[in-house]
């Protein structure tokens, strides 16, 4: 009994040295905290995801979910739809599970754009 429980508490321990993280977050949750807090900081977080973003795409790591399309929506607040499109579009097709969520707001965004050019006319 004495023995199996010695055991238990050992495997327990060396596997709790196991733990690894599996994204690389780069301090987003304390820059995003700070942008809703004080929207002059939306530009750093903005900056902050793009080299973010950049470093795991040349890396060959895999980005976290939702960066993408966090920095899709900062740059379509910004009046940026085009590369908003692009952002989006990079979280769908690396998170499967978001495609129907992407595909809507690039498709609402191309229904927007073309409704504002027969406006136009």
Do not use: F
């Amino acid at each position: 009994m004495r023995l199996t429980l010695i055991l238990s508490l050992a495997v327990l321990v060396g596997l709790s040295g196991c733990a690894t993280k599996k994204y690389q977050w780069n301090d987003y949750e304390r820059k995003l905290y700070e942008a809703y807090k004080d929207p002059s900081q939306i530009e750093a977080l903005k900056t902050r995801l793009e080299e973010t973003t950049s470093t795991l795409e040349a890396s060959k790591h895999k980005v976290p979910p939702g960066l993408y399309a966090e920095l899709g929506t900062l740059y379509l607040e910004e009046g940026s739809v085009d590369k908003a499109k692009i952002y989006y579009a990079k979280e769908r097709d690396a998170w499967p599970e978001s495609k129907t969520l992407m595909d809507s707001l690039i498709n609402n965004l191309n229904s927007r754009e073309k409704n504002l050019g027969q406006d136009k006319k």
